[in-house]
């Protein structure tokens, strides 16, 4: 039977992520509304908008890829459109679906943001790292990013290490 509570070692670890997590989206989020006026949340909406090479997703799938539910993500998608970063499309393929466009003035909006949110980022997290740290860690966080996968799909095999 396994213990019920963290060693000290996992402790360490996951109340490390928790507790740096926490600090880090409030100082990203006070630095993205002090100089770009929107939220971490808007931010990041905008940053997958623009992965996209036509600049669009469902709804639904910008749901599933935030913290956000379906119902939180309309609601920003909808502030987003009054201020005029994204447009909402009608899905042609489904009657019922649909989805955020980044408009161009969303565009040039995000990349202002981005280019502070780089600068913020590297000096107040990445520059605490070496590259080799930043490669490992990258490859940690790909291992956690497949084991959830597999989790979510019924797999419960362990990613390799």
Do not use: C
């Amino acid at each position: 039977m396994e213990n019920d509570n963290f060693t000290t070692l996992e402790q360490g670890a996951w109340g490390g992520l928790l507790g740096m997590h926490g600090r880090m989206m409030r100082l990203i989020d006070a630095d993205l509304q002090a100089h770009s006026h929107i939220s971490h949340v808007e931010f990041e909406v905008l940053l997958r908008l623009s992965w996209e090479a036509d600049h669009r997703l469902r709804i639904h799938d910008l749901a599933a890829r935030s913290v956000l539910t379906r119902s939180g993500i309309s609601r920003l998608v909808e502030r987003l459109e009054q201020a005029g970063l994204v447009v909402r499309e009608k899905a042609t393929e489904d009657r019922r679906g649909a989805y955020a466009v980044l408009t161009k003035a969303g565009m040039t909006h995000f990349e202002a943001a981005l280019r502070q949110h780089v600068a913020f980022v590297r000096r107040h997290f990445l520059a605490l790292f070496s590259e080799a740290e930043l490669e490992q860690m990258a490859v940690f966080w790909q291992r956690v990013e497949t084991g959830q996968a597999n989790l979510e799909s019924g797999d419960n095999t362990r990613p390799e290490n």
